[in-house]
């Protein structure tokens, strides 16, 4: 079964416009929620995680909110920017110290 | 600089023949993975090792093998037992022990089996 859903499969936004991405889990053991960011030909790089003490998390202009009630999180990218154009992940991960990965966002920013 | 080595970064082989993924880091962290990709798939556990001389199966573990003789060197062999052996493989560590750190990938290598 997926244990992690995401969504949308792709996303196209235009310069300065926002971008949502979203991820649904079902494992309550679930408290660790990274996103991972991938350009074509390279591995994933964390880009900002929470845990769930917390409801949102910000950095820079990347945003996680995180509704633990409804087993959901989210990555908001304001001001998307041309060079934001990536591949996104989101993942859980719990006690056993392996990460569940979403089967990702493509990412188009449009000048 | 620290980080992870995976080579080479394409390979072909024939159906049939046994092929070994190389990963290599000096992060000295304990813990290291094997994901593979496929497009529209995600990133799917074949293996992990938290501490030398010892792993454990991910969620599609058959068809593969590993080995962790070194902290640095966690190879990963794509045995003739895998249905569908194209894929791009990525190797990941962490410092071990929880997931606060984040997951160091490599640039991956890109399997294609004709």
């Known amino acids: 079964q997926q244990q992690v859903k995401q969504s949308p499969q792709s996303l196209i936004v235009q310069k300065g416009g926002i971008s949502i991405i979203n991820c649904a889990y079902e494992?309550?053991?679930?408290?660790?929620f990274p996103w991972y960011q991938q350009f074509p030909g390279k591995g994933p790089a964390l880009l900002i995680a929470?845990?769930?003490?917390?409801s949102e998390k910000k950095e820079g202009r990347f945003t996680i909110s995180f509704n633990k009630s409804a087993k959901q999180f989210s990555l908001h990218i304001m001001d998307s920017q041309p060079g934001d154009s990536a591949t996104y992940f989101c993942?859980?991960?719990?006690?056993?110290?392996?990460?569940?990965f979403g089967k990702g966002t493509l990412l188009t920013v449009n000048p | 600089d620290g980080g992870i080595t995976q080579s080479p970064k394409y390979l072909f082989r024939k159906e049939g023949q046994n092929v070994t993924l190389s990963c290599e880091q000096n992060?000295?962290?304990?813990?290291m993975y094997w994901y593979r990709q496929d497009p529209g798939q995600g990133l799917r556990l074949i293996y992990y090792?938290?501490?030398?001389?010892?792993?454990q199966k991910g969620d599609i573990a058959e068809g593969y093998s590993v080995s962790r003789e070194k902290k640095e060197s966690f190879p990963l062999t794509v045995t003739s037992a895998q249905k569908n052996p194209t894929a791009f493989y990525l190797c990941?560590?962490?410092?071990?022990?929880?997931?606060?750190?984040?997951?160091?990938f490599g640039n991956g290598t890109r399997l294609t089996v004709t």
């Open positions: 990941a560590s962490t410092p071990g022990g929880t997931l606060n750190s984040p997951l160091h």
């Open positions: 494992n309550t053991a679930f408290d660790y």
């Open positions: 993942a859980c991960g719990g006690s056993n110290y392996k990460l569940t």
């Open positions: 090792s938290q501490i030398v001389n010892d792993f």
């Open positions: 992060l000295n962290h304990d813990a």
């Open positions: 929470i845990r769930p003490d917390v």
